[in-house]
Antibody, heavy 123, light 108 residues
Framework: EVQLVQSGAEVKKPGESLKISCKGS????????IGWVRQMPGKGLEWLGI????????RYSPSFQGQVTMSADKSINTAYLQWSSLKASDTAIYYC????????????????WGQGTTVTVSS | EIVLTQSPDTLSLSPGERATLSCRAS???????LAWYQQKPGQAPRLLIY???SRATGIPDRFSGGGSGTDFTLTISRLEPEDFGVYYC?????????FGPGTKVDIK
């Protein structure tokens, strides 16, 4: 079964750093783009960016460039999203998702999702 | 950057009725770059449709997608109780994905 399992909920103070994780299984992890989506409380979905674990090629949404850092360790099939200095406005659920960018089957979508990691930033 | 708008904001329907959701892009996009998702409360989104009209694995055939250019639709032929939730469209271009604001389908 193809699966993404994310790390648990976090409660942090403004200014603190944080790194959350997303572990893939059931597929060849290095060969698929994996990315992150933010959902602020009661709001819609916002795309942050993607990383290709095979070579760590990373692409950010202009809205999130410089705000977060994505990384991946293909040896342990895990992707990461990190902040160096959290703000209250970072409070949200963060989903990781496998991204398909395939001309072969005309598929440009997020086909497998993690369960989400709730990040709460409050003083 | 291409902006997606969805209408209506909310659709109130009864089980068994037909639902038609609209997604409009600010510029023409390739059909292959348009997808639809369903999200229920407390759950992660689920891929329904990719390439504008192809159903994802395990998606029932009451869900169908269509459209081209700047106007796309998601149709649910006969609503089942489990279909109520929020539906998002998504487009891709040049290593950038964006989502529409969503349409909530709730029980009338």
């Amino acid at each position: 079964e193809v699966q993404l399992v994310q790390s648990g909920a976090e409660v942090k103070k403004p200014g603190e750093s944080l790194k959350i994780s997303c572990k893939g299984s059931g597929y060849r992890f290095p060969s698929y783009w994996i990315g992150w989506v933010r959902q602020m409380p009661g709001k819609g979905l916002e795309w942050l960016g993607i990383i290709y674990p095979g070579d760590s090629d990373t692409r950010y949404s202009p809205s999130f460039q410089g705000q977060v850092t994505m990384s991946a360790d293909k040896s342990i099939n895990t992707a990461y999203l990190q902040w160096s200095s959290l703000k209250a406005s970072d409070t949200a659920i963060y989903y990781c998702a496998r991204h398909r960018l395939s001309n072969e089957d005309y598929n440009y979508s997020l086909d497998v999702w993690g369960q989400g990691t709730t990040v709460t930033v409050s003083s | 950057e291409i902006v997606l708008t969805q209408s209506p904001d909310t659709l109130s329907l009864s089980p068994g009725e037909r639902a038609t959701l609209s997604c409009r892009a600010s510029q023409t996009i390739r059909n292959t770059y348009l997808a639809w998702y369903q999200q229920k409360p407390g759950q992660a989104p689920r891929l329904l449709i990719y390439g504008a009209s192809s159903r994802a694995t395990g998606i029932p055939d009451r869900f169908s997608g269509g459209g081209s250019g700047t106007d796309f639709t998601l149709t649910i032929s006969r609503l089942e109780p489990e279909d109520f939730g929020v539906y998002y469209c998504q487009q891709y271009g040049s290593f950038l994905f964006t989502f529409g604001p969503g349409t909530k389908v709730d029980i009338k």
